[in-house]
């Protein structure tokens, strides 16, 4: 998959939306560990957001600012879980993780390679419900989630559920 400036115009200028490249991996680990966040593994999908300097050069390296983490599900052709999505701090309230979804949703919908994927599942803390309803997740009610997801996801989030974790449970239909 190519490179690709943000869907947002504001952001298509100084930041580059990809699927990471597997010789991006070590970089990405450092990113997350640099960050003290959870790492990734080599068979996510990783999507990531890099700042583009206006002096910089095609050549150069740009700098990570942002990832978002995919799974596929092991019971399901069809969800992708949205295990992380991370910013940098000094980075974010500048609508980079919408973009970052928004580059995400379209090559889900433009690129073969995913032609079977329909939904997302994400489970997110409580403070991000407004951004995941801003970005058009519909939030699972304790009623649906065993009914919507797949059942290795649904058994995720009832561990955690059972391990007081008290997160929300989100669907995106593509």
Not at 35 to 44: E, L, S, V
Request: charged letters at 20%.
């Amino acid at each position: 998959m190519s490179q690709s400036k943000s869907p947002e115009n504001r952001l298509s200028a100084t930041h580059s939306f990809a699927l990471a490249e597997p010789d991006e991996f070590y970089q990405i680990r450092h990113f997350l560990k640099r960050h003290k966040t959870h790492g990734a593994n080599r068979d996510d999908w990783i999507f990531t957001v890099k700042l583009i300097h206006s002096d910089n050069n095609a050549s150069e390296n740009k700098p990570l600012i942002g990832i978002a983490r995919l799974l596929p599900v092991e019971d399901s052709i069809t969800t992708l879980w949205l295990r992380g999505l991370f910013i940098a701090p000094e980075h974010r309230n500048q609508g980079i993780a919408t973009a970052l979804l928004e580059f995400i949703h379209q090559q889900l919908v433009e690129d073969k390679h995913f032609e079977s994927i329909t939904n997302i599942a994400a489970f997110s803390e409580t403070h991000l419900q407004l951004f995941y309803q801003q970005n058009h997740y519909q939030q699972l009610l304790a009623e649906q989630i065993e009914k919507e997801l797949p059942p290795s996801l649904w058994q995720k989030f009832d561990n955690a559920s059972r391990n007081n974790k008290s997160w929300l449970c989100w669907q995106l239909t593509i």
